[in-house]
């Protein structure tokens, strides 16, 4: 659960720029620093230095960009993260991600490619199609 990495993460000191819960809905596009949760639906771009949560009651369409990308809830578009993305157990993802490091939780849904760069196996980065067994 995303509550448990932000207890972790609260005591490494990193920065809360903000958060968008429920009821709010955001077309456009989004720039922030340090950590941001979103809750709430969004149509557009969101980028952060820093740690991009989406709760378990986001839906998002779009593209993501961040250090770290944690996803529990909906995610329609691409991922782009410089660290690591989580897909939590509760999340539905369709699109593509780009990163060295992806999690996928037990239950997830993910329905799309992930592109990891392939420092062991030369300069060309790896293509994984995932497609969840699980149809909703």
């Known amino acids: 659960m995303p509550w448990q990495w932000l207890e972790k993460r609260e005591s ?16 456009g596009d989004l720039a ?12 557009g771009r969101i980028s952060s230095d820093g740690t991009l ?19 529990g809830g909906k995610f329609t578009g691409t991922v782009r993260s410089a ?6 157990s509760s999340a539905v993802v ?12 037990v239950g997830a849904i993910f329905h799309g490619r992930c592109h990891m760069p392939a420092t062991v196996h030369g300069p060309e980065p790896i293509t994984i199609p995932i497609r969840s067994a699980t149809q909703s």
């Open 12 to 27: 490494e000191g990193e920065d809360w720029t903000g958060f968008l819960e429920r009821g709010v809905r955001l077309q």
């Open 32 to 43: 922030t620093t340090g950590t941001f949760r979103i809750n709430s639906a969004v149509s």
């Open 53 to 71: 949560i989406l709760g378990e009651q986001a839906e998002v369409e779009g593209e993501l960009e961040g250090r770290i990308v944690l996803i």
């Open 83 to 88: 660290e690591r993305v989580e897909i939590q």
């Open 94 to 105: 369709q699109g593509d991600i780009y990163c060295p490091c992806v999690s996928i939780g």
